[in-house]
């Protein structure tokens, strides 16, 4: 049975970060549950171990007890049975935030995705913040290009806006117009959602909001009252 699927704006490991990381460790399984640390996204400025170690000591913080640092940086590292390895029994599979054109390219066809997909079919947790939640959409915004590209499709027919209070708001308008049948997700910081409940549902947690923009409307979702990511 399919597990979970954890998408975060931004500015995690911290503050109201701490509902929709505590919700994870639950579904995962407690506080026993294995967490896999995935830093490749914060590879390019050389910031993976730092933002890592930052990530460790955040579960750790929250109760979970069995926390790994993966070490997956480049495409080399995503294909090594060793890192496949581990992830494949994981429970909780968290990716950090940097560039997401990086993070989709590591992954996308590796060995290392091919075990996340297999743990998450198994019931994991999969999810990230910013770029690690962005590409779990079938697109994704790549800042650096202004173009759109193909994310991992974990999310079909979505594309999602991170950071969305602060800076994402500002790219709706395009992304409306060259995604005019997706769903586009806005996540603020320190906010997530998280699918749980009944198949298709997902629930809010943290500081800010879910602005979904779909049908040519906006619709904003506030932690309470489960939602649907359905386009009709």
């Known amino acids: 049975m399919p597990g979970h699927i954890l998408l975060e704006g931004g500015a995690e490991f ?5 509902a929709p990381d505590i919700r994870a460790i639950e579904l995962a399984g407690g506080a026993e549950a294995q967490v896999g640390i995935i830093p490749a996204a914060a590879a390019p400025d050389r910031n993976d171990y730092r933002a890592g170690q930052t990530g460790l000591r955040w579960f750790r913080s929250l109760g979970a007890r069995q926390v790994t640092l993966l070490a997956l940086t480049d495409r080399a590292s995503a294909d090594d049975e060793t890192v496949a390895g581990a992830l494949s029994q994981c429970r ?4 950090l935030g940097g560039f997401p054109h990086y993070l989709a390219q590591t992954l996308a066809g ?13 019931g994991a947790v999969v999810g990230g913040s910013s770029a690690g939640a ?10 650096e290009s202004g173009k759109l590209e193909p994310g991992l499709n974990l999310v079909p027919a979505t594309c999602l806006i991170p950071h969305h209070d602060t800076m994402g708001r500002r790219w709706a308008p395009l992304l409306a117009t060259a995604l005019p049948r997706a769903v586009l997700i806005g996540i603020d910081e320190q906010t ?21 923009y779909r049908n040519g409307a906006e619709e904003a ?3 309470g009252e ?7």
């Open 14 to 18: 911290g503050g109201k970060m701490a």
């Open 110 to 122: 590796s060995r290392s995705w091919q075990a996340m997909l297999t743990a998450y079919h198994a």
């Open 134 to 143: 962005m590409v779990l959409c079938e697109q994704y915004y790549n800042p």
């Open 226 to 232: 489960p939602f649907a990511l359905d386009r009709f």
């Open 192 to 212: 997530g959602m998280l699918s749980e409940g009944a198949p298709g549902l997902w629930s809010a947690y943290g500081k800010g909001q879910i602005t979904l």
């Open 92 to 95: 909780l599979i968290y990716m």
């Open 221 to 223: 979702q506030l932690p």
